[in-house]
Structures are given as C-alpha cells and as structure tokens.
C-alpha cells in the first residue's frame, strides 16, 4: 500500500514567481517524513506539488519530476483527480464539511466519488477509519451529529480519519498540529506513528521537537531572502539533522539561532 | 548648554504618551432614569403645548429634542462625558430608527384598514368579468401574478446560478470580468426600460401591440437575473477555500465538488437570495403594463393574450374606477394588501429555507 516518492530537480512556480527551486529528495514507504524550515521558505508549496494540489492556485506550475513508485505524476495524460485519490492530505486548519454529520464526514470520499457500497460495508469502514484515527471511542454515541460540533483536535482526527478512509498510498499533513492545544498534538502523534505502518507520511512542521518525536527522516528547507526561491538545504536521518548536520545552517535552524 | 540640555530632555516627554488619568469610579445615573426622564419629558412638552395647541409632530420633536439636550446635560454632569455621549448617540439611533419605521407603519396600517373591508371569499374567487360597479374580484390577477412570477423565476434562477457559479468557481480573465460588468449595469436598469425591452422583443416576431404573460416574464426575468446573480455569488464567496480543497484533496472532480461541497454549504443563502429576488420583482408594475397589459376575465395561458397580474389590476382599479369610484378603489387596496401579503410570505419561506438548510454545529 505505502509507496515510495521520488522527487527530481523540481522547480515550483507562482507565475513567473520561483517559489522553490531544484528540490531532489527520494521518500521511502512507511517512513515519516519530516520537513522543516523558517516560515515562507516553500515547505507548504513543495508539500502540495506532491498531490498536485498545487494547481489549484491559478498560475502556479511546476517543473521537474515527482515519482510514486516510478510513475511520474506531472507526466503527460497523468489526472491530478487520480493522484489525489492516491495521496491524501491533512490541512493546517481541521476543515471537516460543515454540511455533514461525523459520519458523512469520514466517507465524504466515497459519497463525493459516488462510489456505490453496502451500508454494512460503510458502517465498517466509518468504524475502521474512526479507530485509526483515535476518534472511535469519542463519537461511537454520536456519529449522526454534525462533524463542526467538535473540538479542534477532534475535528482534526476526523480529517484524518476521512483521508485515510479513501485508503491512499501516501499521507501529506501540512502543519497538523498547529493549531492544537498539547494534548491533541499528542494524540495525533501517537496517531502518527501508528499509521507509518500503513502509509508512507510526509509532514511540515514549525515545531522542531514534533520533528524530532515523530520523524525517520528530516528535510530543512531555507531561503536566502525575500524574493529568492526555498531551496531543499539538506535532507538525512532524523537523529543525523538533529545532531550533525552537514550543512552550517541546519544547525543553526536546529539549534535556534535563527528562525 | 541650557539649550542642550533642553534639547535632551524634550524627546523623553514626547515619548511620554500614557493616557490621561481618569477617575476610576465616577457616579452613575439610576438604571430608571432614562424611562422616567421619558415620561417627565412627554408631560412636561406635552402639557406646554397643548395649552398653546397640540400638533404631533411639533410635539414629537420638541420632546426628542429636550430629552436628548436633559439626558445629556443630566449624564455629563453626574457620569462625565464619555457615558453622556454614549448616552445621547444611544437617543440619536433610536430616534433615527423611529423615524424610518414611520412611513413603514404608515403603509402597512392604510394598506390593512383601507384593503380589509373587500378582503373576502368573493375576491379570491371571482374576475372582474362582467362586473360593473359593486363586487368582483382578483381571482384572474392572482394567478395571474403567480404564473407570470413564475415563469420568470423558471427562466432567471438557472440562468443566475450558474452564472454566479461560473463567476466565483471558473471565471478568470477577459470574459469574467465583462460579466461581472454587464451584471451590475443590470442591476441599476430601470423597470420599465426591460419592460419595453420585452415589449420590443415581442413586436418583432408577432407584430406590432402584442400583450402576453410570457413577455411578461421575460422583462421580469430581465431584472431578476442579475439580482439572483449577485446574491449567489456572495454567498458562494463566503464557503471557505478549505473545504474546495479537502474535497480535492480526497479525489474529487472540481464539478462535483461544487455540486456536493460548495452548493450545500451555501444553499441557505442562495435560497434566501433567490426568494427574495422574487419577492422583489413579483411587485413590479411598469414593465407587465407594457407587455401584459390587463385582462378582466380568467386567462391560464401566458402565451395568448392579455393577462391580469395583481400590481396592473390594483393600478387600473385606482386610475380608472368608472362610476361608481367606491367598489374599484376598494378593489385596488385589497389587490394591495393581498401583494403585501404574498411577498411577506416568500420573505418568511426565505428565513424558514436559511433555517432549514444551514449547517448546524450540534
């Protein structure tokens, strides 16, 4: 299920503005991947050209390539909707459907989809998801109330649960836990590293200490001012970037002393 | 050097920017005192003028105008100005809201008391066919209005929403912007500038002083579009990008999701705003006297003939009464009343739908 990401010489635009440039960075399955880097550095940008989400915004484009498991997704004829499918995303803000109740919620990608299924079958899969993502035992009693009822963490559980529903191969998560109190962080941490088992994560994160608890592997992402495009600073186990980087700014960033 | 040292000094106080030193705790008016300051004033004014002869309007401005220089003079002195002030732009606003619920009342009480005496089975049953004088009703103009409403809204919501979709979720560029341009010069159209638009429309292709319920509807059309259009777009503008992207996020095709994320989210605001926009044009008179004109029987089919709608019946039944004036001008107020009546139920159905469909958070 978990697949492997391959990116190569990727350079991300915003028109004719080059928000990131040359990124090469080869992600394995069931690893969590951490990236880091000051805010506006590309982290966020880099994680949305992973699902093609990227081109939602109107004039931005990419150029490079980026493999799951050897198939490149910017390749000719390839449907971003199908890359989708396949990578899920997490957002910074929980945004569960206002319209829909927990349950509907979770197989909001079935229901969207129109993809036909039994209702025992669904019943199933909420419970499933629900499970996985550590929110069954909290909203077992009251799965037909609205999903914006919850709190924060909950509802931030419940997009996750929604995305893993669809069972993709690879889990985005773009700044999770940044607006959640500790203790929600911390559920979904757990949570995080229980689903390393099935899916091959990449996550952004500002809280160094969130990298260094959760991730294999660290990626720092700096920019060299304002204008200039993020660039990918170097990439290594995450104990490796937290101890002895090669580079002279990771340490500084890893270390504090700027940023 | 005394200069210098000055020149040292002097930033430091410029910097110095605390807030002035205000009491902390200042007396305080008795929480009665604006409703018996009321009272004392409506005696007082009331009791003046009347012995000098009473005008209500006199009376009323006088009042407000005392009140407000006595509650003011009466806070400043015991509570300080800040609360005097809150004080009397508190009397300001209420004042303003009194004066523009006048006309508002003064409509719906001549409406009702003059409409209610032929509110009865007779005019909602019967047309005006063969009557002279005494009796008949608005039977035909009812239904009339209804069909002609109808058929408009049939015609201008599709249109509106999908260009209002089109707009937020698609439109960029050249094409989007012109739109957007034409839609507001619509907006500011006057009635009967679509009315004759509709009436020209239809002299070309069935002669020359052609009167139907369908062109009717299309000048009606002609100013509901851009109504429904704003409306629309407002409201989809409102449903946050996030949820676009969570559904993209999930694999789902762009239309889709407008159709299962973004419309559902917005449906109770665009439903308002459609019912509203019928509300608004259902009244309208100039434009369905140039293309509908009126009809004193019972017609069905709007696309032969002349057709009765409320507004030209109750506008023919008060330019044109005959002898005797009473039964028509009658008629005309109940026709009135009776429009009223029909667009303040689509103004309750329109906060019944907004209820109804918003989402709800437990």
């Given at each position: 299920?978990?697949?492997?990401?391959?990116?190569?010489?990727?350079?991300?635009?915003?028109?004719?503005?080059?928000?990131?440039?040359?990124?090469?960075?080869?992600?394995?399955?069931?690893?969590?991947?951490?990236?880091?880097?000051?805010?506006?550095?590309?982290?966020?940008?880099?994680?949305?050209?992973?699902?093609?989400?990227?081109?939602?915004?109107?004039?931005?484009?990419?150029?490079?390539?980026?493999?799951?498991?050897?198939?490149?997704?910017?390749?000719?004829?390839?449907?971003?909707?199908?890359?989708?499918?396949?990578?899920?995303?997490?957002?910074?803000?929980?945004?569960?459907?206002?319209?829909?109740?927990?349950?509907?919620?979770?197989?909001?990608?079935?229901?969207?989809?129109?993809?036909?299924?039994?209702?025992?079958?669904?019943?199933?899969?909420?419970?499933?998801?629900?499970?996985?993502?550590?929110?069954?035992?909290?909203?077992?009693?009251?799965?037909?109330?609205?999903?914006?009822?919850?709190?924060?963490?909950?509802?931030?559980?419940?997009?996750?649960?929604?995305?893993?529903?669809?069972?993709?191969?690879?889990?985005?998560?773009?700044?999770?836990?940044?607006?959640?109190?500790?203790?929600?962080?911390?559920?979904?941490?757990?949570?995080?590293?229980?689903?390393?088992?099935?899916?091959?994560?990449?996550?952004?994160?500002?809280?160094?200490?969130?990298?260094?608890?959760?991730?294999?592997?660290?990626?720092?992402?700096?920019?060299?001012?304002?204008?200039?495009?993020?660039?990918?600073?170097?990439?290594?186990?995450?104990?490796?970037?937290?101890?002895?980087?090669?580079?002279?700014?990771?340490?500084?960033?890893?270390?504090?002393?700027?940023? | 050097?005394?200069?210098?040292?000055?020149?040292?000094?002097?930033?430091?106080?410029?910097?110095?920017?605390?807030?002035?030193?205000?009491?902390?705790?200042?007396?305080?008016?008795?929480?009665?005192?604006?409703?018996?300051?009321?009272?004392?004033?409506?005696?007082?004014?009331?009791?003046?003028?009347?012995?000098?002869?009473?005008?209500?309007?006199?009376?009323?401005?006088?009042?407000?105008?005392?009140?407000?220089?006595?509650?003011?003079?009466?806070?400043?002195?015991?509570?300080?100005?800040?609360?005097?002030?809150?004080?009397?732009?508190?009397?300001?606003?209420?004042?303003?809201?009194?004066?523009?619920?006048?006309?508002?009342?003064?409509?719906?009480?001549?409406?009702?008391?003059?409409?209610?005496?032929?509110?009865?089975?007779?005019?909602?049953?019967?047309?005006m066919?063969?009557i002279v004088g005494e009796g008949g009703?608005?039977?035909?103009?009812?239904?009339?209005?209804?069909?002609?409403?109808?058929?408009?809204?049939?015609?201008?919501?599709?249109?509106?929403?999908?260009?209002?979709?089109?707009?937020?979720?698609?439109?960029?560029?050249?094409?989007?912007?012109?739109?957007?341009?034409?839609?507001?010069?619509?907006?500011?159209?006057?009635?009967?500038?679509?009315?004759?638009?509709?009436?020209?429309?239809?002299?070309?292709?069935?002669?020359?002083?052609?009167?139907?319920?369908?062109?009717?509807?299309?000048?009606?059309?002609?100013?509901?579009?851009?109504?429904?259009?704003?409306?629309?777009?407002?409201?989809?503008?409102?449903?946050?990008?996030?949820?676009?992207?969570?559904?993209?996020?999930?694999?789902?095709?762009?239309?889709?999701?407008?159709?299962?994320?973004?419309?559902?989210?917005?449906?109770?605001?665009?439903?308002?705003?459609?019912?509203?926009?019928?509300?608004?044009?259902?009244?309208?008179?100039?434009?369905?006297?140039?293309?509908?004109?009126?009809?004193t029987?019972?017609?069905?089919?709007?696309?032969?003939?002349?057709?009765?709608?409320?507004?030209?019946?109750?506008?023919y039944s008060y330019v044109s009464p005959g002898v005797p004036r009473e039964p028509s001008l009658e008629r005309a107020?109940?026709?009135?009343?009776?429009?009223?009546?029909?667009?303040?139920?689509?103004?309750?159905?329109?906060?019944?739908?907004?209820?109804?469909?918003?989402?709800?958070?437990?």
């Amino acid at each position: 299920m978990a697949k492997s990401i391959d990116v190569a010489n990727l350079d991300i635009y915003y028109g004719s503005f080059l928000a990131v440039h040359d990124v090469t960075m080869t992600i394995k399955p069931q690893t969590v991947t951490a990236l880091i880097g000051p805010s506006g550095c590309g982290k966020s940008t880099f994680l949305r050209s992973i699902n093609r989400m990227h081109e939602v915004i109107p004039g931005a484009r990419v150029e490079g390539r980026i493999e799951l498991d050897g198939l490149n997704l910017y390749g000719p004829g390839v449907d971003p909707v199908a890359v989708r499918r396949q990578i899920g995303m997490v957002f910074q803000r929980p945004n569960p459907f206002p319209t829909m109740s927990i349950y509907d919620n979770v197989i909001a990608g079935m229901r969207l989809n129109n993809k036909k299924m039994k209702k025992a079958a669904l019943d199933d899969l909420v419970e499933r998801s629900l499970r996985g993502a550590n929110l069954w035992n909290e909203v077992k009693d009251r799965l037909e109330k609205p999903g914006s009822g919850l709190s924060g963490g909950q509802q931030q559980r419940l997009c996750i649960a929604r995305a893993i529903a669809v069972q993709p191969d690879v889990l985005l998560m773009d700044e999770p836990c940044s607006a959640l109190d500790p203790i929600s962080t911390l559920a979904i941490e757990d949570l995080i590293n229980e689903l390393k088992n099935d899916y091959t994560i990449v996550i952004v994160t500002h809280n160094m200490q969130q990298a260094a608890r959760v991730s294999d592997f660290t990626g720092f992402f700096n920019i060299e001012g304002t204008g200039k495009p993020g660039k990918l600073v170097e990439m290594d186990d995450t104990k490796t970037i937290f101890s002895q980087p090669a580079q002279q700014a990771t340490e500084d960033y890893v270390s504090g002393r700027f940023g | 050097m005394s200069i210098d040292t000055q020149r040292e000094r002097s930033p430091e106080r410029e910097l110095d920017t605390s807030l002035d030193a205000m009491p902390v705790i200042r007396g305080q008016l008795p929480r009665w005192s604006p409703w018996v300051g009321l009272v004392a004033v409506v005696l007082i004014v009331g009791g003046v003028l009347s012995a000098t002869g009473l005008s209500i309007g006199l009376f009323a401005v006088v009042s407000a105008v005392v009140y407000a220089v006595g509650m003011y003079t009466a806070s400043r002195v015991v509570e300080g100005p800040r609360k005097a002030t809150d004080r009397l732009v508190t009397i300001i606003v209420t004042a303003a809201f009194l004066v523009a619920l006048i006309p508002l009342v003064s409509v719906v009480y001549t409406v009702v008391s003059e409409g209610l005496s032929r509110f009865d089975a007779e005019f909602f049953n019967s047309s005006m066919l063969g009557i002279v004088g005494e009796g008949g009703g608005a039977y035909h103009a009812v239904m009339g209005t209804l069909i002609i409403t109808g058929l408009a809204a049939a015609m201008s919501i599709p249109v509106g929403l999908l260009t209002a979709i089109y707009l937020v979720e698609y439109g960029k560029g050249r094409l989007a912007r012109a739109i957007t341009f034409f839609v507001d010069v619509m907006t500011g159209i006057p009635s009967i500038v679509a009315g004759l638009f509709a009436f020209a429309l239809f002299a070309l292709f069935f002669g020359p002083g052609v009167r139907m319920g369908f062109a009717g509807a299309v000048a009606l059309s002609v100013l509901m579009v851009p109504v429904v259009v704003r409306s629309t777009e407002e409201m989809l503008k409102i449903v946050p990008n996030e949820l676009r992207e969570a559904s993209f996020a999930l694999g789902v095709p762009k239309w889709r999701t407008i159709l299962k994320v973004v419309l559902p989210t917005s449906v109770a605001g665009i439903a308002t705003g459609v019912t509203l926009a019928i509300a608004r044009v259902m009244g309208e008179t100039a434009p369905l006297l140039v293309t509908v004109g009126l009809a004193t029987g019972m017609n069905l089919n709007p696309f032969d003939g002349r057709m009765a709608t409320l507004p030209v019946f109750a506008y023919y039944s008060y330019v044109s009464p005959g002898v005797p004036r009473e039964p028509s001008l009658e008629r005309a107020w109940t026709a009135a009343l009776v429009l009223i009546m029909i667009v303040m139920a689509l103004n309750l159905l329109a906060r019944l739908i907004s209820r109804v469909f918003a989402p709800k958070t437990r």
